[in-house]
């Protein structure tokens, strides 16, 4: 079960601004950047890749040339 809240007090901490300010963000090192940048060329590339190694299977429609005969069928 939740105690009431008077409206006041919920509207006060709307407005409330703290006093204290947070520390400043620290900046990444350039090997950071790098580190970072390397890791999201290589899931692109893993992307495109995927993509474009996949591309042949995801077209529709048989080729004659590329038609696939089990051994059974060969009359043996």
Not at 12 to 38: A, H, I, M, Y
Request: zero cysteines.
């Amino acid at each position: 079960m939740r105690e009431a809240v008077p409206f006041a007090f919920v509207a006060e901490s709307d407005r409330f601004r703290s006093n204290v300010t947070p520390p400043p963000r620290e900046r990444p090192t350039p090997s950071q950047v790098l580190g970072r940048t390397l890791i999201g060329l290589t899931v692109v590339a893993g992307l495109v890749g995927s993509l474009i190694l996949g591309m042949p299977s995801l077209q529709s429609g048989s080729t004659g040339a590329h038609q696939q005969q089990s051994e059974a069928s060969d009359g043996r």
